[in-house]
């Protein structure tokens, strides 16, 4: 199923509220500074198109939700999105998601983090640019609050098994923990626009959640 084209953004479209770079960036972490609130705080990387932000944002007001997506074009298309939907408790930083958790992020601020389809680069000399690395995986831990959830997902068999082996190993989370494919009840019902190509196309999808305990 081909990728369709990105729709063009109104210039007279604010993007002031939802879109950030690095740069701009509390350091030290503020979360309460950069929303203007504080709530308990979900990131997820690679937004993408941002159905993620969109939906999650909307059915969990209370929370607060950073997407990280590296390109520009689909990170100001996602802020767009927010925007549109007047969205106030989801941002997205143009950057990358590493460096944030690295540079960033204090240990236990999160209350989940999600993944959802990245770049399997599939050649095996390519692996070692996943996202799903050891030093990631241990940010991803480390920046967990207790309770907290880690959600992957994605549709690489061989990614998959990969990154639950390499969880176990340099993490300490909970898991993997089963997580039951739902029936969509409309269009776009769907966690990203990616699991919907993925399953209008007829293939499977790979998930797990994992835990932090303390």
Avoid at 104 to 125: I, M, Q, T
Avoid at 160 to 176: C, S
Wanted: proline residues 6%; neutral net charge; glycine residues 6%.
């Amino acid at each position: 199923m081909a990728r369709r084209a990105l729709r063009k953004i109104d210039p007279a479209l604010d993007l002031a509220q939802h879109l950030r770079a690095l740069e701009d960036l509390p350091q030290p972490w503020d979360a309460a500074a950069l929303f203007g609130r504080d709530a308990p705080l979900e990131v997820e990387v690679g937004s993408g198109k941002g159905l993620f932000l969109q939906s999650a944002a909307a059915a969990v007001p209370e929370r607060n939700f950073l997407g990280i997506e590296l390109a520009r074009k689909y990170a100001h298309y996602c802020a767009a999105c927010l925007a549109r939907r007047e969205l106030s408790n989801a941002i997205v930083v143009q950057g990358d998601a590493q460096r944030v958790f690295r540079e960033f992020l204090p240990d236990g601020a999160l209350a989940a983090v999600h993944v959802y389809f990245p770049d399997p680069w599939w050649k095996k000399r390519h692996h070692k640019r996943r996202v799903m690395n050891e030093l990631f995986l241990r940010d991803v831990a480390r920046t967990l609050a207790p309770g907290g959830a880690f959600h992957f997902w994605t549709d690489v068999k061989d990614y998959f098994d990969a990154t639950l082996a390499l969880v176990a190993e340099v993490t300490q989370l909970v898991g993997p923990l089963e997580v039951a494919e739902r029936q969509p009840e409309h269009d776009l019902d769907y966690r990203t626009h990616f699991e919907r190509r993925t399953r209008l196309g007829a293939q499977p999808v790979y998930r797990a959640e994992f835990r932090r305990e303390y």
